[in-house]
């Protein structure tokens, strides 16, 4: 996935650190909360590692892939919708082939509608936005409406529809004409937006016992109901409001047609901004997060280019202990053709424990 500030190529590097702090000799499984979980690639890890995963965000296509990203095969089977004729038998013909295949294969095959997608966001609709070329535009419409229709009928559950929406949505990603983000969109086509939107499977842990938790809350008001023996915090950093720049995935995520302004066709997003993006209000709100906590680990990401000093996370932390830190050197973020990627920037890894 695209997607500022990503974890993806700092999972080992994190859960190093988590270990070396963490006591192991405590009984029981440890509850993990992830209160920015973005793609939810933390969550996800941590949860193959045999964590119990209280998974966080404000933005309802995060939540889409926490949902995804924690869902056990005991709830995914689709066999109500398979059981329901909706799927054409030629599409069952294959021997190895599993359910979640079969309903993606379905998807694949759909026939594009003018709807949402292909109105706003490609040239070919009204608002001549070139997002998406008509084609893949109208196929997310196409396979969009098709998960909300088995919806509405009952036909899928709630992890069954995370998974076809985080597969969309990954899909969509790939094909977007766009240079990392969707806050504007390229004046020439890029070339990957000429492939054809493809759903592929998604990973599903296997019979997983533990009952993991997926929560959409401001984490500012959140933070003090949290019951976690562990909580990883992964603020953003910058300037960059999620809900604007990714506003595209979120009407994908959340089905909607909203009323979007502007050259980019931008939904209303002010609802779900972060003040941790604003200069003075960012060493507020993560002073609210850390006092109101009253988890015994604490982690939290910061990128040493962000908004705040290294001194006043310091400062925020102590309050609940001694604090320590890590860092790690990773390729600064870029736009598909912007810099040379050389440009080395730190990821710096806080912990405190709690008095």
Partial sequence: MRYIGSKERLLDFIYAFVKEKVEYEEEGTLTFADLFTGTASVSRFFRKKGYKI?????????????????ASSNDITFNKLINSNQIKEQELTSLFQNNQDTVLKHLNALSGIEGFIFNEYSPEGKSKRMYFTGENASKIDAIRTQIENWKTNKLINESEEAILLASLLRATNKVANIAGTYGAFLKEWDKRAFNSIMLESIEVSQNDKLEHKVLQKDVQELAADIKADIVYLDPPYNFRQYGAYYHVL???AVGDSPVVTGKTGLRPWQTQKSDFCYNDKAAKALNEVISRLNSKHIFLSYNTDGILKHEEIIKILSVKGETDYIDVSFQRYKSNGGGSGEIKVKERLYYVRNK
């Avoid at 209280?54 to 995804?68: E, F, G, P, Q």
Wanted: net charge negative; hydrophobic share 60%.
């Fill in 250 to 252: 979120e009407t994908i």
């Fill in 54 to 70: 209280i998974a966080n965000d404000l933005l309802t296509v995060c939540v889409t892939w926490a949902k995804a990203a924690l």
